[in-house]
């Protein structure tokens, strides 16, 4: 049974940083490229930051210089370290994984809620 856990949201003022981690499990981590969005209230789910199994990395406009996504193989794990927030990343983050090179992801987690205040 394929599981992705997210961690590490919460309340932070603007300006601040969080780092998300989702753990997974039942899946081969290493040959996953892993992904993650977000979802405001009243918009549509978004692609944050992808990164390949070569580690190859993708980011949306909004968050280039901010974010940065990284995977750790031994643990499972890929991370979201975000930095500069803005109460615009107010969001429920998701990760995602897939064993394919390309198109949707097939695995997703359960969400973590983000939120920035002014």
């Known amino acids: 049974q394929v599981q992705l856990v997210e961690s590490g949201g919460g309340l932070v003022q603007a300006g601040g940083s969080l780092r998300l981690s989702c753990a997974a499990s039942?899946?081969?981590?290493?040959?996953?490229?892993l992904g993650w969005y977000r979802q405001a209230p009243g918009k549509q789910r978004e692609l944050v930051a992808t990164?390949?199994?070569?580690?190859?990395?993708n980011y949306a406009d909004s968050v280039k210089g901010r974010f940065t996504i990284s995977r750790d193989n031994a643990k499972n794990t890929v991370y979201l370290q975000m930095n500069s927030l803005k109460p615009e990343d107010t969001a429920v983050y998701y990760c995602a994984a897939d064993p394919t090179a390309w198109g949707s992801y097939e695995y997703w987690g359960q969400g973590t809620q983000v939120t920035v205040s002014s």
């Open positions: 039942g899946i081969i981590f290493s040959d996953n490229r």
């Open positions: 990164i390949t199994k070569s580690y190859t990395t």
